[in-house]
């Protein structure tokens, strides 16, 4: 079930940003002092941290790319590496409610 909750909390937060331009990105996210760009790429290193975790690898800094519109396929991706890892229940749903956590402060 939580690999469903993960996919869901994934597809809700693209669903809310995937159609932002630089200047929505750039914005400070609610609540903070950080742009919304820097909480969802802070968001995508820690779910690629925790499937390198289950995966027994090393973790590895998620590359910075130009463009923050490019934040929400990075996001997929490391949210797929995670659920392909087979991680157990309580890491999937964790990362959902970080997930949630980030949308709610966008």
Same mark, same amino acid.
């Given at each position: 079930?939580?690999?469903a909750?993960?996919?869901?909390?994934?597809?809700?937060?693209? /669903? &809310?940003?995937?159609?932002? &331009? &630089?200047? $929505?990105? =750039?914005a +400070? =996210?609610?609540g903070?002092n %950080?742009? /919304?760009?820097?909480?969802?790429?802070?968001l %995508? &290193?820690?779910? =690629?941290?925790? =499937?390198?975790?289950?995966?027994?690898?090393?973790? $590895?800094d %998620?590359p /910075?790319l *130009?463009?923050?519109?490019?934040?929400?396929d990075?996001?997929?991706? +490391? *949210?797929?590496?995670? +659920?392909?890892a087979?991680p157990p229940?309580? +890491?999937?749903?964790g990362a959902a409610?970080?997930?949630?956590?980030t /949308?709610?402060?966008?």
């Amino acid at each position: 079930m939580s690999a469903a909750e993960l996919d869901r909390a994934v597809t809700s937060l693209v /669903r &809310q940003v995937g159609h932002w &331009q &630089q200047p $929505r990105w =750039a914005a +400070v =996210a609610t609540g903070g002092n %950080v742009s /919304r760009a820097d909480l969802v790429h802070k968001l %995508v &290193q820690e779910v =690629a941290d925790l =499937a390198a975790d289950a995966e027994g690898e090393p973790r $590895r800094d %998620v590359p /910075r790319l *130009a463009h923050p519109m490019a934040l929400p396929d990075q996001l997929r991706v +490391v *949210a797929a590496d995670l +659920v392909a890892a087979g991680p157990p229940e309580a +890491v999937l749903a964790g990362a959902a409610a970080l997930v949630a956590a980030t /949308r709610g402060a966008l």
